[in-house]
């Protein structure tokens, strides 16, 4: 076990695998020891265990539904168990469904929003208000590319991206004249279960043999939360998909966004 007192301590969310995984790992890896959230299944015990067998430091987890209010409360008081001040939060929990709006599942669509936006609102405010104290602290928000386009076939999921990303920028400038720094990772199709959950295998954008690798999606986001960004679009060919759909007319991004989403668009 490490000493507490000698490394800092990062705390993530959605950190039992995909790039929340990663992320936790990129910490380790880093000098930090890591809380990662999880749901309460095998998979969480699981990750933090194979994060432990590495070696680089002290893993430790909570398994919960961050769709539920309570649950976010339980979740910050298992992070001020620790007894230690969280230096990094990384607020990467979240989930999509794919399909069209009017035919896909209304309950799903809900948890979505309460996974994605308002854990993430609650669970920022409440660590946030800790890192106001001390004047110090890093934030990262996983949004998507997907934030800067409207997103058919993914309308939900797509908005609580488009907050998610509009939040971290409006906090960023808020904190801007104070220790805390907040950075907004924007990562493309990304080689996760992510469309597995979602019901997308069946899209342009699931069945991709060109998936980007989960571990360089979080490297990006971990040196861009160290360097104190305000955003980061891994890859280059991200970079310029995300710069050409911010500069599109709306109609003309979502019509791109629907080729990749579109159900049965795999051809």
Not at 159 to 174: C, D, I, M, P, S
Not at 235 to 243: D, H, Q
């Given at each position: 076990?490490?000493?507490?007192?000698?490394?800092?301590?990062?705390?993530?969310?959605?950190?039992?695998?995909?790039?929340?995984?990663?992320?936790?790992?990129?910490?380790?890896?880093?000098?930090?020891?890591?809380?990662?959230?999880?749901?309460?299944?095998?998979?969480?015990?699981?990750?933090?265990?194979?994060?432990?067998?590495?070696?680089?430091?002290?893993?430790?987890?909570?398994?919960?539904?961050?769709?539920?209010?309570?649950?976010?409360?339980?979740?910050?008081?298992?992070?001020?168990?620790?007894?230690?001040?969280?230096?990094?939060?990384?607020?990467?929990?979240?989930?999509?469904?794919?399909?069209?709006?009017?035919?896909?599942?209304?309950?799903?669509?809900?948890?979505?929003?309460?996974?994605?936006?308002?854990?993430?609102?609650?669970?920022?405010?409440l660590v946030l208000k800790d890192m106001t104290a001390r004047n110090e602290g890093r934030i990262l928000f996983t949004s998507s590319i997907a934030a800067t386009m409207p997103d058919?076939?993914?309308?939900?999921?797509?908005?609580?991206?488009?907050?998610?990303?509009?939040?971290?920028?409006?906090?960023?400038?808020?904190?801007?004249?104070?220790?805390?720094?907040?950075?907004?990772?924007?990562?493309?199709?990304?080689?996760?279960?992510?469309?597995?959950?979602?019901?997308?295998?069946?899209?342009?954008?699931?069945?991709?043999?060109?998936?980007?690798?989960?571990?360089?999606?979080?490297?990006?986001?971990?040196?861009?939360?160290?360097?104190?960004?305000?955003?980061?679009?891994?890859?280059?060919?991200?970079?310029?998909?995300?710069?050409?759909?911010?500069?599109?007319?709306?109609?003309?991004?979502?019509?791109?966004?629907?080729?990749?989403?579109?159900?049965?668009?795999?051809?």
């Open positions: 076990m490490t000493d507490n007192n000698s490394r800092p301590f990062a705390v993530v969310t959605g950190g039992s695998n995909g790039i929340g995984l990663e992320l936790a790992r990129q910490f380790l890896t880093n000098g930090f020891d890591v809380l990662i959230a999880g749901e309460e299944d095998q998979h969480t015990p699981d990750a933090a265990q194979t994060l432990s067998a590495e070696g680089q430091g002290e893993v430790t987890s909570w398994a919960g539904d961050l769709g539920r209010e309570d649950q976010v409360t339980a979740f910050y008081e298992a992070i001020q168990s620790a007894g230690r001040p969280v230096d990094a939060l990384c607020v990467n929990a979240g989930f999509g469904l794919g399909g069209a709006f009017a035919e896909t599942d209304l309950a799903r669509e809900l948890q979505m929003i309460d996974v994605n936006v308002r854990s993430a609102v609650q669970l920022t405010k058919p076939f993914e309308a939900v999921y797509g908005a609580t991206k488009v907050f998610l990303r509009w939040f971290g920028e409006a906090l960023r400038n808020e904190l801007k004249d104070t220790g805390i720094t907040v950075t907004v990772l924007m990562p493309s199709v990304t080689d996760t279960n992510f469309f597995n959950r979602a019901e997308m295998m069946d899209t342009k954008a699931g069945a991709s043999d060109s998936k980007d690798d989960p571990a360089v999606v979080a490297k990006a986001g971990f040196d861009a939360l160290m360097s104190g960004d305000d955003k980061v679009v891994p890859t280059l060919k991200n970079k310029v998909m995300g710069a050409i759909a911010d500069a599109l007319p709306d109609k003309v991004a979502a019509q791109i966004h629907r080729g990749m989403s579109e159900p049965g668009s795999a051809g």
